[in-house]
């Protein structure tokens, strides 16, 4: 059925380092992929958004990186932080549905 | 701050009660979704609506029901509650199906 995975569950860096969290969708019929931050007892935060036309999409030191043909998504994040510690969602969509189909989630944890 | 309210924070109850979980959505947003995160479930849609009408269903159990009012608040009813319903419930909102969907600080539900 439909998924969204993610490859690896904790990614642990050092501050100032870049991350990449990776996720993989399975869904062909998606066109659009979203990207949310959530840390301990909050609701998910929007953090960038990219549509099937595009390959690449860059916001405040993040970047969100699309493969259609491997079915696969990425999110950069520049000079980690330690507030960038928190859960990682990638979610996608048709965007005539609406509904979003979330990935499990990763992990970051930013040593200072 | 999303913009998107929930109330309450925390709800404490028993098996078999019904509880009512209320969002207000932001200012403009047209469309309502209602999320569910559980440990083992992950982030799982439950259902949408949009001005005031169901626009799609999720894995949402016979139990569950919502509307969405005149005004765009909306409400979420869990009735025969279960240990198994002990989760975080979060809703989002849109200005459009398609859009994208800000999150609210959601609701702990935990079934005694």
């Known amino acids: 059925g439909e998924s969204v995975g993610l490859h690896l569950p904790t990614l642990s860096v050092q501050e100032g380092d870049n991350s990449i969290i990776n996720c993989a969708y399975s869904?062909?019929?998606?066109?659009?992929f979203i990207w949310y931050k959530q840390e301990s007892g909050k609701g998910p935060q929007f953090i960038i958004d990219?549509?099937?036309?595009?390959d690449k999409r860059q916001g405040q030191r993040v970047t969100v990186l699309l493969n259609k043909t491997v079915k696969h998504l990425s999110l950069q994040i520049a000079a980690t932080q330690p507030g960038d510690s928190a859960v990682y969602f990638c979610?996608?969509?048709?965007?005539?549905?609406?509904?979003?189909?979330f990935g499990q989630g990763t992990e970051l944890s930013v040593k200072p | 701050d999303s913009g998107v309210t929930q109330t309450p924070k925390h709800l404490i109850t028993a098996t078999g009660q019904r509880v009512t979980l209320r969002c207000s959505p932001r200012s403009g947003d047209l469309s309502v979704y209602w999320y569910q995160q559980s440990l083992d479930q992950g982030l799982q849609f439950l259902i949408q609506?949009?001005?005031?009408?169901?626009?799609a269903k999720g894995n949402i159990l016979e139990r569950f029901s919502a509307q969405q009012f005149p005004d765009l608040h909306s409400e979420l009813n869990l009735s025969s509650l279960e240990l198994g319903d002990s989760a975080l419930y979060f809703c989002?909102?849109?200005?459009?199906?398609?859009?994208?969907?800000?999150f609210g600080p959601g609701t702990r539900l935990l079934v005694l």
């Open positions: 989002a909102s849109s200005v459009d199906f398609g859009e994208t969907q800000y």
């Open positions: 869904n062909s019929a998606s066109d659009y």
């Open positions: 979610a996608e969509s048709i965007r005539q549905g609406g509904k979003l189909i």
């Open positions: 990219i549509r099937s036309n595009m």
């Open positions: 609506y949009y001005n005031g009408e169901e626009r």
